[in-house]
Nanobody
Framework: QVQLVESGGGSVQAGGSLRLSCAAS????????????MGWFRQAPGKEREGVAAIYFGNSATYADSVKGRFTISRDFARDTVYLQMNSLNPEDTAMYYC?????????????????WGQGTQVTVSK
């Protein structure tokens, strides 16, 4: 069993920055951590959940076009924690952000591929 706990959300003005953290515990801490895929997703009110960034095969990363150049995903294996550094935030980034984990995925942003999900952390960006 894997538990994921997100933190770091909050309210910022447009142009500001936040860093989200996702602490993993359970099987992922003892298994083949290098192979696990960790993803960040977000869901705005009235919209579908969408992929934002994912990290896999160690430190390979992929990003949604809407966040490329502004967001950076990283992982600390020693702390079993994945981070999402978000810069140049704009109101369109306002959403609940979720961390997800899977032993492997074909499509990094395929929600159905992720077995474990956190409870989410709210990010609100004002004009």
């Amino acid at each position: 069993q894997v538990q994921l706990v997100e933190s770091g959300g909050g309210s910022v003005q447009a142009g500001g920055s936040l860093r989200l953290s996702c602490a993993a515990s359970g099987t992922i801490s003892n298994g083949n951590r290098m192979g696990w895929c960790m993803g960040w997703f977000r869901q705005a009110p009235g919209k579908e959940r969408e992929g934002v960034a994912a990290i896999y095969f160690g430190n390979s990363a992929t990003y949604a076009d809407s966040v490329k150049g502004r967001f950076t995903i990283s992982r600390d294996f020693a702390r079993d924690t994945v981070y999402l550094q978000m810069n140049s935030l704009n109101p369109e980034d306002t959403a609940m952000y979720y961390c997800a984990a899977a032993p492997f995925v074909g499509d990094a942003f395929d929600l159905a591929s992720y077995r474990y999900w956190g409870q989410g952390t709210q990010v609100t960006v004002s004009k």
